[in-house]
C-alpha cells in the first residue's frame, strides 16, 4: 500500500496573513479555498491555513491552540488503508467521502498518541500524488 503525505493544516489566528507569509517567505501559491481558510500548495503538497479559532479536531486545551493542526496521506485504497491504520493502532474520529469520483473530502483517524490525520484517495487541491523527478 502506497501512502504520500500531500497535506497538513495549519491553525492560524489570520489566514490572509499566514497566506501572504507562505507565498511570500516559500513561493507557494493559493489553490483554492478551505473552509474556514485558504489552500495554498508548492506544486506538490497541499497546506490549509485555517481559522478555528484556535480549536482544532482532537486536541484537547485549556487555551487558543495554533500550529499543526493535522496531516493528510493520499493513498491509493481507502478500504485498504483504513484496515492498515487500524491494524496499526489508529483510531477512527470521523468523515466519510460523499463520493469516489468528486469529494476532496478525507476520513479522520487518531494515531496511538492522538495525533489526528487524514486519509483520502482523492488528494487535496494543489497537491499531487506522484512527484515526477527532473533531470
Known amino acids: 500500500m502506497t501512502m504520500k503525505l500531500r497535506h497538513i493544516a ?4 489570520d489566514v490572509a496573513a499566514a497566506q501572504k507569509f507562505f507565498e511570500e517567505a516559500f513561493g507557494m501559491t493559493k489553490a ?5 481558510g485558504v489552500y495554498v500548495t508548492d506544486g506538490t503538497i497541499n497546506v490549509a491555513l485555517l481559522n478555528k ?3 482544532a479536531e482532537g486536541i484537547d486545551s485549556n487555551g487558543p491552540f495554533y500550529g499543526v493542526m493535522h496531516f493528510g ?3 491509493d485504497n ?5 484496515k492498515q491504520v487500524e491494524k496499526a493502532g489508529g483510531t477512527y474520529l470521523y468523515g466519510r467521502p ?3 469520483a468528486k ?3 478525507e476520513v479522520k483517524y487518531k494515531d496511538p498518541n492522538g495525533i ?8 487535496w487541491k494543489g497537491a499531487v500524488k506522484e512527484v515526477k523527478p527532473t533531470e
Open 10 to 13: 495549519l491553525s492560524v489566528p
Open 103 to 105: 469529494s476532496f473530502y
Open 98 to 100: 460523499t463520493s469516489a
Open 116 to 123: 489526528v490525520f487524514d486519509v483520502t484517495a482523492s488528494g
Open 53 to 55: 479559532h484556535g480549536k
Open 73 to 75: 496521506m493520499w493513498v
Open 78 to 82: 481507502l478500504e485498504e488503508a483504513e
Open 32 to 36: 483554492g479555498d478551505a473552509q474556514n
